[in-house]
C-alpha cells in the first residue's frame, strides 16, 4: 500500500515537472514570461542575460536584497535533486536593478524574458512575489 502511493506521487510529480518545463520552455521561445513555482524556483532552458551577467540553462531562484541605495537580484542556482528543507543552492549572478512602482503587491515571482537585436535573450523585468515594485532593465 505505502510503495504503490509512492509511486503514484513520484509519478505526479514527474508529470507536474514535465509541465512546468515545457511552459518555461515555451515562454523563452516566444519572448514572455516565465514565473516561478509555489517554492519560487523556476527552470531556464537557454542562457539568459540579466543585466549584465549571463544565467545558464538551469534551476534558479531570485531575491532582492539592498546594498546601500542600491536594489540587486541575486541569482542562486538550485539543484533540481534539491529536497524540502535542504538549501543546496550558490549564487550564480549579482545584479544592480533599477525599480519602478507598482499598483499592489506582485502575487508571484516571474522574469519578462524578450530577444534582442541579436536574437540573444534577455530579461526585461523581474518581479518578485510581495514587492510592491519591479526590477527592470534597459532593452538592448
Same mark, same amino acid.
Given at each position: ?17 514535465i ?11 516566444n ?9 519560487g524556483?523556476?527552470? !531556464?532552458? =537557454?542562457?539568459?542575460? %540579466?543585466?549584465?551577467?549571463?544565467? #545558464? @540553462? ?7 536584497v539592498? *546594498? ?19 538549501d543546496m543552492?550558490?549564487?550564480a549572478?549579482?545584479?544592480k536593478?533599477?525599480?519602478?512602482? !507598482?499598483? =499592489?503587491?506582485?502575487t %508571484?515571482?516571474?522574469?519578462?524574458? #524578450? @530577444?534582442?537585436?541579436t ?5 526585461? *523585468? ?5 514587492e ?9
Amino acid at each position: 500500500m505505502i510503495m504503490k502511493k509512492t509511486f503514484f506521487l513520484t509519478i505526479a510529480l514527474l508529470v507536474s515537472m514535465i509541465g512546468v518545463f515545457s511552459f518555461a520552455a515555451q515562454a523563452q521561445q516566444n519572448g514572455e514570461t516565465i514565473e516561478a513555482g509555489k517554492d519560487g524556483k523556476f527552470h !531556464l532552458a =537557454k542562457p539568459l542575460k %540579466v543585466g549584465d551577467k549571463t544565467l #545558464a @540553462a538551469g534551476m534558479y531562484r531570485v531575491r532582492h536584497v539592498k *546594498e546601500g541605495d542600491d536594489n540587486i537580484l541575486v541569482f542562486e542556482e538550485v539543484g533540481m535533486e534539491e529536497m524540502p528543507g535542504m538549501d543546496m543552492s550558490k549564487e550564480a549572478a549579482r545584479v544592480k536593478s533599477p525599480v519602478e512602482p !507598482l499598483d =499592489k503587491n506582485a502575487t %508571484v515571482t516571474k522574469l519578462v524574458v #524578450a @530577444a534582442d537585436q541579436t536574437g540573444e535573450l534577455r530579461a526585461v *523585468e523581474v518581479w518578485i512575489k510581495g514587492e510592491k515594485f519591479k526590477h527592470v532593465f534597459a532593452a538592448r
